[in-house]
T-cell receptor, first 114, second 111 residues
């Protein structure tokens, strides 16, 4: 079946630190991969996505590259800000058969201190 | 556009009570879904719909019913609430094959 494994944290960083959140997946076929972010008290927002191998998604200084050989989609940011404090979810959608269903990792809470 | 709206924001129920969580979207999206979010569990799919009149079960459907009589609305019904249904519930919608948009969530406590 389809599954996503990601770092769970919680993680606390100082402002301007480097961030990596690991995400690996198991899926048949060629899934699309996503990172969602949930700010305190809000719903989830799409942060970035990649739909095929070697695609790089980027947004708001965050990047993630779809690595089929390692079945990974690690999220990185070179210099985090206090406003990046949130919960980050890695997710996949297995488009085989036209499925729309998202499968999520457990989420990782990030706190950035000034 | 209001996007995806959910009501209520908060709800407290007693065991055995019933209620309906409302979800509406004004983007003419075909796909709508309900998730529950529990600590350490991520989001798990409860039910989903690919269009009016079509619904199907997700990963954790037991104890929940849905219907999709219009494109805009996708209510989630708890027929007899249990403490295990204490959670935060999110509704999402999308055009088929595109980004899913999430509502702000409903925080439900069952005593």
């Amino acid at each position: 079946g389809n599954s996503v494994t990601q770092m769970e944290g919680p993680v606390t960083l100082s402002e301007e630190a480097f961030l990596t959140i690991n995400c690996t997946y198991t899926a048949t076929g060629y899934p699309s991969l996503f990172w969602y972010v949930q700010y305190p008290g809000e719903g989830l927002q799409l942060l970035l996505k990649a739909t095929k191998a070697d695609d790089k998604g980027s947004n708001k200084g965050f990047e993630a590259t779809y690595r089929k050989e390692t079945t990974s989609f690690h999220l990185e940011k070179g210099s985090v800000q206090v406003s990046d404090s949130a919960v980050y979810f890695c997710a996949l959608r297995n488009t085989q058969g036209g499925s729309e269903k998202l499968v999520f990792g457990k989420g990782m809470k990030l706190t950035v201190n000034p | 556009n209001a996007g995806v709206t959910q009501t209520p924001k908060f709800q407290v129920l007693k065991t055995g009570q019933s209620m309906t969580l409302q979800c509406a979207q004004d983007m003419n999206h075909e796909y709508m879904s309900w998730y529950r979010q529990d600590p350490g569990m991520g989001l798990r799919l409860i039910h989903y719909s690919v269009g009016a009149g079509i619904t199907d079960q997700g990963e954790v459907p037991n104890g929940y019913n849905v219907s999709r009589s219009t494109t805009e609305d996708f209510p989630l019904r708890l027929l007899s609430a249990a403490p295990s249904q204490t959670s935060v519930y999110f509704c999402a919608s999308s055009r088929l094959g595109n980004e899913q948009f999430f509502g702000p969530g409903t925080r439900l406590t069952v005593l």
